[in-house]
């Protein structure tokens, strides 16, 4: 994924030696953007971090969120994407506004394979979130036997082991190579082939694994489950509350497609020029637009993970409740008092409030 791993100098070695594909920060990472693209960086993960680092927390900290799986496979995206946020952004604005790699070549192996492992798990995962939505709204009775945590948490570890699995090349190509630029030897963190066939064949299959399965996977599934909420009707019609619910049900999927589709869509498409399409690298502009670009879908990919939270959480009116009861301590001897004024004990508040979620127009399934 170029905007995933991608170093900034693609080696390929052969009879005649060693050469550079890409030398794109050493010629480019001199203007305005040293300073500019750090800023924008830092905004983008910290405004992520803070918000998948909160769906952790109060998934975690309310017991029975543990419970449903919607919210474990939100917690596992939230995982997913913080620390994607964490191995990418950092590194990458070290590497478009610095001329080359101090970390080592442990740190230039490992971050790259979590960055590509966690980028899969995150697209997995949503992928199985679509499912389990389909399943809980198409086929509500039928799938309960299936739509149990112990069958989420099953799910969610065969998701990182197959990223993981389908990672693991990066631990090998990625190393530290150095370069003569100017007189100055330098040094970079890149993935070496032995034969540029290779890494296009790799990372064409990334791009059906990481994208184009997946986002037709999510259409389709997505598509069902809209047909369906607007199919059933009930004994009595549609009630203005079920339409309402609808309504942002519908609203939501179309956003978790479109999110999707066009924060990643530019990284593969820079993939498939790089690797498929013709590129003049001696062109001064050509290589200035190819910079200009990478940056775009970078930020892009930053974007996506930290929307998710948003997307999938923080908009869900129960979400915000979880929020507050996670931050809120209990009363001294477990006592709270409801809206008439009369006193119920904490325990019997949670049961309540268990009741007027399902109770209260649409379930937990559909309201996600």
Same mark, same amino acid.
């Given at each position: ?20 594909t ?16 750090? =800023? @924008?960086?830092? /905004? #983008? ?11 952790? %927390? &109060? ?33 990458h ?14 740190v ?19 992928v ?12 509500p ?9 112990g069958?989420?948490? =099953? @799910?969610?570890? /065969? #998701?990182?082991?197959?990223?993981c ?6 631990l %090998? &190509? ?48 997505n ?49 498939m020029?790089?690797?498929f ?34 997307i ?52 937990n399934?559909?309201?996600?």
């Open positions: 994924m170029a905007s995933v791993g991608e170093s900034a100098w693609t080696i390929t070695s052969g009879g005649n030696g060693t050469n550079l890409a030398p794109l920060t050493a010629e480019m990472g001199t203007g305005p953007e040293v300073i500019i693209i750090p =800023l @924008v960086f830092l /905004v #983008i993960v910290i405004g992520g971090c803070f918000g998948n680092s909160l769906v952790i %927390v &109060v998934i975690l900290k309310n017991r029975d969120q543990g419970k449903n799986t919607t919210n474990l496979f939100i917690l596992n995206l939230s995982f997913a994407d913080l620390l994607f946020l964490l191995f990418c952004v950092p590194f604005a070290w590497i478009y506004t610095l001329p080359d790699w101090i970390f080592g070549e442990f230039c192996k490992v971050v790259h394979f979590v960055q590509y492992c966690s980028m899969l798990a995150s697209v997995f995962t949503l199985a979130m679509s499912m389990d939505r389909c399943l809980a709204i198409v086929y009775l039928r799938s309960m036997r299936i739509r149990t945590p069958v989420a948490l =099953l @799910v969610c570890g /065969v #998701i990182w082991l197959m990223s699995a389908t990672s693991l090349p990066w %090998v &190509v990625f190393q530290i190579t150095s370069v003569i630029d100017g007189g100055v030897a330098l040094e970079y963190c890149a993935d070496v082939w032995t034969n540029l066939d290779h890494r296009a064949i790799y990372l064409l299959m990334f791009f059906v694994l990481g994208y184009a399965v997946p986002f037709a996977l999510m259409l389709v599934l598509l069902l489950m809209v047909r369906q909420l607007w199919i059933f009707s009930g004994p009595n019609g549609p009630t203005v509350e079920s339409i309402r619910n609808r309504m942002k049900v519908t609203r939501l999927v179309i956003s978790v497609v479109v999110v999707f589709g066009i924060c990643w869509l530019p990284s593969h498409v820079a993939t020029w790089f690797n399409g013709t590129v003049n690298w001696s062109d001064e502009r050509t290589i200035r637009t190819v910079y200009i670009f990478r940056i775009f879908t970078h930020m892009l990919s930053y974007v996506n993970s930290s929307l998710n939270p948003l999938y959480a923080l908009v869900s009116g129960n979400f915000r409740k979880d929020v507050k009861r996670a931050f809120t301590r209990k009363p001294p001897g477990g006592a709270l008092t409801s809206q008439n004024g009369r006193s119920m004990t904490y325990k019997s508040f949670r049961s309540n409030e268990r009741v007027e979620r399902t109770m209260g127009g649409a379930t399934s559909t309201q996600m």
